[in-house]
């Protein structure tokens, strides 16, 4: 909860009067406000307001304005009417915190915690939880929905991720009626388009939209050493204006330094003025002493890279930088031994244990996605308590986790997606800089961009005076939705409620605007018709046979064009070394000798010439309209050294001593046209027909050409909108079909059989690749190391930018792996038929290390037989892999039974991969 940064102002009789009354109205409220020590803002009491009258309810406001304050005042009216409620977070570290803070109010009996691998008191009044826990309770009917009151959906933007976000949707479309659904969203640009599709789905739902930040926000861009503001106040028309004083440092910074991707400087070699020197940004310490000095700190740091963030707290480290006082070190350090205590000790070393605390000890750290679970949550309570005075980050830690900072750096505008360097959006750019400015603590926050030569002020501040982060739907049914949907609702509700979804609402909104054009197009087209001298029909049997006429002449010049080319190269493929012809035009126009005939199986003949001005080179078919006829032989030596000027020179004298003449202009042989049929008969047509000889013709035809072309954009408006109405439910149709055809549902798509029940408890990327190597049994007879190698390649994608060649362990690993290809190209083929999205490619990247760890090896043998085998690993991704393949593991015992061959090894592996750093902080 983030307490409000202003105290309450006095008021006037009338505003006391009036609050009273509300006070009266809304009890619970009051209550609820009266257990604070803050003044609520205005969207925070609409919020609340709107939930105790028994609305639902979606708040979209900025980053850090507090507005989990309506999910707490949801867990409120749940306690106070003797209900249930459930707090779902994106991802586990979200759920952890807010278990904790819901736990330090409400008391431990009152609250739990369910996130897939960790249950605490799940049967509790109050649950936090992950929103995929939720979603699989509603497929499973689970009796912990009884009495189920309130849902808090906390960053529900979420659901525009493209892997995730559809449980997002699920989740909003199965709740039953009576739950009020309250979303607590960043704040989005269709904010009020999401709102209503909420009010079509859920009934009746207030939408709360608050776009002041708490804490202003200052811009600024960091040149050399010299720290200066982004804006110079306001335009007369209200836009922000770029300071003068800012642009001018630039011009002057980029004209004294030379530009970017130029060479070092000191003078050229031809002795001429000496080479301008490159320009040398700030170094991170530099940058770091300078927000020092002006107060700015805490910082975050973004920089796009894992390797860039490690760098920067080397480079910390190395420096004499030192941002805690000895009384924060002893503190950081009691922090750092209770959070962990669980690692075992022999693995410290290995996880850069020792080098990560220096860096801690100083005030500084990295966060990113390759640390250790235990290292980043250690960071971020550091961070919090102001004990981590900066840290460096990728782009994740915008996401999520509750770590406002006074400060936000962006060391570049530019990030690698994987593919490609792609600028920032200026969504992207407004989500980064919101983590600055922490509300009760500071009374502004600081955007600071570092200029680099080619950066222009003005791009940066087009991107942050652009509110424009549109919510967008990534909902697409797949597997395990299917067979769910079709087992609870039949096909027929479950393709009605696909048409319920916010990404079919989005599609149909596109389609509206091009019905409207249709329409408009459709009037045009009556009026271009009502506008043709005659009869319009008549009109446009005409053009057409015109039309026709002209691309049959087309046709007839492309095959004589094709036709004489062919010639043309056969002649030149006769030519012989010696023999004289003529170039009939361009630069090489004239008499020429063949000294080498230039002829290539697979290619057209390329002869290689003397000309008479002595120029030599290969001509080509292009060079020649007509078949080539050799004019006369030269006597030429047995080997030609072209690159004598002298051979060339004596060439040509001979050529010109031959008294060989050019021939005169050669004539393009005429097209067929005069005697094609086809041709004549058409031309034949136009004559008679009774639009010919009509004296405002070429008028009309301009009618009907316009005609055409607007009827033409229709037709194409008209299949985009077939093609968009319905589009999901075509896909779910699909998707039965594939199902039906692979024995998932019965016949007629509409019946789960026993295979279906298997796919509709995995929840899994390659959900029903899982199921298939199941049903086909080639996973059976596998150890439980060598099924957790197996069950890896299912889980696993290696980074874009990775580069070793996938190996996995010999003998029954290896054969189960290409047998799990096998099934996965089989299923692919399907997919291509059915016209579905195509399932992952297992990817063996992860097989070795998990195989290893489960066999029970050291993790600094694990780690460091990867980095051998030319694998980029770190310790943390190496639990969060593992983490992720015990997930499915458990799915399988528990779906299959430890009975099951299958289903007992998946057991046994899960347990043996749960020791370590994989299990430690797991709950």
């Known amino acids: 909860m983030d307490p409000s940064a202003d105290s309450s102002p006095s008021t006037s009789p009338a505003e006391a009067y009036a609050a009273a009354r509300r006070r009266g109205r809304y009890p619970e409220l009051a209550r609820f406000t009266g257990e604070l020590a803050f003044t609520f803002d205005d969207f925070q009491v609409r919020g609340c307001e709107a939930l105790e009258d028994g609305h639902g309810v979606l708040v979209c406001a900025p980053t850090g304005a507090g507005k989990t304050v309506v999910g707490e005042f949801a867990v409120h009216l749940a306690l106070a009417e003797g209900r249930k409620c459930f707090y779902t977070t994106p991802i586990k570290a979200l759920s952890n915190q807010k278990f904790a803070d819901l736990t330090e109010r409400y008391g431990t009996g009152t609250v739990g915690l369910l996130t897939g691998d960790t249950s605490v008191n799940g049967d509790a009044q109050i649950v936090v939880m992950t929103t995929e826990v939720l979603r699989n309770m509603l497929y499973a009917g689970s009796t912990a929905l009884d009495n189920l009151g309130y849902v808090v959906m906390d960053e529900i933007h979420y659901l525009a991720d493209r892997f995730r976000g559809a449980v997002w949707e699920e989740v909003i479309l199965h709740l039953p009626a009576y739950v009020r659904v309250v979303g607590l969203s960043a704040t989005v640009s269709n904010a009020e388009e999401f709102g209503e599709w909420l009010v079509a789905v859920r009934g009746d739902t207030t939408v709360v939209v608050d776009e002041h930040r708490p804490v202003p926000l200052w811009q600024h861009m960091l040149v050399g050493g010299r720290l200066m503001d982004l804006f110079a106040g306001e335009s007369d028309t209200g836009e922000a204006t770029i300071n003068p004083r800012l642009l001018r440092r630039v011009e002057e910074t980029a004209r004294m330094h030379a530009p970017a991707g130029a060479g070092k400087g000191g003078r050229n070699r031809r002795g001429g003025p000496p080479r301008m020197p490159r320009y040398r940004p700030p170094s991170r310490t530099e940058v770091i002493d300078r927000l020092d000095r002006a107060a700015l700190l805490p910082a975050i740091v973004f920089i796009f890279s894992r390797a860039g963030c490690d760098a920067a707290v080397t480079q910390c480290r190395h420096s004499r930088l030192r941002l805690n006082t000895p009384d924060e070190v002893a503190e950081v350090r009691r922090v750092v031994d209770a959070r962990t205590a669980d690692l075992p000790p022999d693995d410290l070393a290995v996880l850069g244990y020792w080098e990560w605390r220096d860096g801690l000890e100083q005030g500084v750290a990295a966060h990113h996605a390759g640390l250790l679970p235990a290292f980043k949550e250690t960071v971020e309570e550091l961070f919090v308590r102001g004990l981590v005075k900066v840290v460096f980050a990728t782009e994740t830690l915008a996401l999520g986790i509750n770590m406002p900072a006074r400060t936000v750096v962006l060391e570049r ?511």
């Open 413 to 923: 505008l530019v990030k690698y997606n994987g593919e490609a360097h792609v600028d920032l959006t200026a969504g992207e750019y407004t989500q980064l800089t919101g983590r600055a400015g922490r509300r009760g603590i500071d009374v502004e926050g600081h955007a600071v961009v570092l200029w680099q030569p080619g950066m222009d002020p003005r791009q940066v501040g087009g991107l942050a005076s652009t509110r424009t982060y549109p919510l967008k739907s990534s909902f697409r049914p797949g597997y395990n939705m299917a067979v769910n949907l079709v087992g609870q609702l039949g096909a027929a509700e479950a393709r009605g409620m696909l048409e319920r979804s916010f990404a079919q609402f989005q599609a149909d909104r596109s389609v509206v605007g091009l019905s409207r054009r249709i329409d408009r197009n459709a009037e045009a087209l009556r009026g271009y018709a009502d506008a043709v001298p005659g009869d319009f029909e008549q009109m446009r049997e005409y053009a057409q046979l015109r039309r026709a006429i002209s691309e049959r002449e087309k046709t007839l010049s492309r095959q004589n064009t094709a036709a004489r080319r062919v010639e043309t190269a056969r002649s030149l493929e006769n030519l012989r070394k010696g023999d004289v012809i003529s170039v009939p035009g361009g630069r090489r126009a004239g008499l020429a000798v063949v000294v080498d005939p230039g002829l290539d199986q697979m290619e057209e003949p390329r002869p290689v010439v003397v000309t008479e001005d002595r120029w030599s080179g290969p001509l080509s078919v292009a060079n020649f309209p007509a078949p080539v006829e050799p004019l006369g032989r030269v006597k030429l030596p047995r080997h030609v050294e072209l690159r004598s000027a002298k051979t060339r020179r004596d060439i040509a004298s001979s050529l010109r001593n031959t008294g060989i003449t050019r021939p005169g202009r050669q004539r393009r042989r005429g097209s067929d046209a005069a005697s094609d049929s086809e041709l004549v008969e058409l031309r034949r047509q136009v004559r008679a027909h009774p639009v010919h000889g009509m004296a405002d013709r070429e008028a009309g035809l301009r009618w009907v050409e316009r005609h055409e072309r607007l009827a033409a954009e229709n037709a194409k408006l008209e299949r985009k909108v077939a093609a968009t109405t319905h589009s999901l439910a075509r896909s779910f149709d699909r998707i039965r079909g594939l199902l039906a055809e692979r024995g998932y549902l019965g016949d007629d798509g509409d019946e789960v059989t026993g295979h279906g029940g298997t796919l509709s408890r995995l929840y899994s990327e390659s959900d029903l690749l899982a199921a298939e190597c199941v049903r086909h049994r080639v996973w059976h007879g596998l150890g439980p190391a060598e099924l957790a190698a197996v069950v890896s390649t299912l889980v696993y994608e290696a980074r874009r930018d990775a580069t070793a060649e996938a190996k996995v362990p010999s003998g029954p690993v290896s054969d189960a792996w290409r047998e799990t290809v096998r099934v996965w190209t089989d299923l692919v083929d399907d997919e291509r038929r059915h016209r579905l999205d195509r399932t992952r490619e297992p990817d063996a990247g992860f097989a070795w290390p998990v195989y290893r760890w489960a066999r029970g090896e050291s993790l600094e043998k694990v780690l460091t037989t990867a980095e051998t085998n030319g694998q980029e690993l770190s310790a943390g991704d190496f639990v969060r892999w593992a983490r992720q393949v015990i997930d499915l593991l458990d799915q399988l015992k528990a779906v299959l039974g430890k009975e099951h061959p299958v289903g007992g090894a998946a057991g046994k592996a899960a347990r043996s991969l749960r020791r370590g750093v994989v299990a430690a902080g797991e709950v």
